[in-house]
């Protein structure tokens, strides 16, 4: 049986997992793969809304969700190393797996580092459909009484948590739904932005020659 981790005689059938990433770039390379993770999310989600017939969308929403939740962590903890470096901190990442969180430490970040209002203003506004999805996510995920004491970040991993109990969509008895193509609008915007704001600080600011 052929190796997974092997070449296909035709080079545009192959797969470079080091070609975009560089072992001296630790903070690039998270941006990276959270690019791919971001088009891997908006891709599936893009297949699902052209194969309709298929009826796939059902199943294809766990990793469609999965993938741009991690895409969004990556970004915010590149950003967050980026300027816990320039701000002289000892930390590198911090947080877990909620996002929430995350973007909270890197809201605090970026008021440490900008003096500027305006800078300040940017970035809100570059960030507002990130808030009202973590908002909306939030509310979802921590619907339930049981779950106060984590961010159950696992749902779209597995069907209940770490204590056996069901997520929110296994128990309610309505349909819990994913607009698709407002999904792929609103990811394509929150993915374009959070590139966008790490490389800023990382090429701007941390490896500039200025």
Do not use: C
Not at 44 to 65: S, V
Not at 148 to 162: A, I, L
Request: charge should be negative; hydrophobic fraction near 40%.
């Amino acid at each position: 049986m052929k190796k997974i981790f092997s070449y296909n005689i035709d080079v545009d059938k192959n797969a470079y997992m080091n070609w975009r990433t560089n072992k001296f770039s630790q903070i690039d390379n998270m941006i990276t793969i959270a690019d791919g993770f971001m088009k891997a999310s908006i891709s599936l989600a893009e297949r699902a809304l052209d194969q309709t017939f298929t009826k796939e969308a059902d199943i294809l929403i766990f990793p469609i969700l999965f993938n741009a939740n991690h895409a969004i962590e990556l970004y915010l903890k590149a950003i967050t190393w980026t300027l816990n470096v320039l701000l002289d901190k000892k930390y590198k990442i911090e947080g877990n797996h909620d996002i929430k969180q995350i973007f909270s430490v890197v809201q605090s970040r970026v008021r440490e580092f900008e003096s500027s209002k305006e800078r300040k203003r940017q970035f809100k506004e570059l960030t507002q459909n990130l808030v009202e999805y973590l908002s909306e996510l939030f509310e979802k995920i921590n619907s339930d009484s049981y779950s106060n004491y984590k961010d159950n970040m696992d749902f779209s991993r597995y069907p209940f948590d770490q204590q056996y109990i069901n997520h929110f969509y296994i128990n309610e008895f309505d349909n819990v739904v994913v607009d698709l193509e407002n999904f792929i609008n609103r990811f394509k915007e929150i993915g374009e932005n959070l590139n966008m704001i790490s490389k800023h600080y990382l090429y701007d600011f941390l490896e500039s020659d200025g």
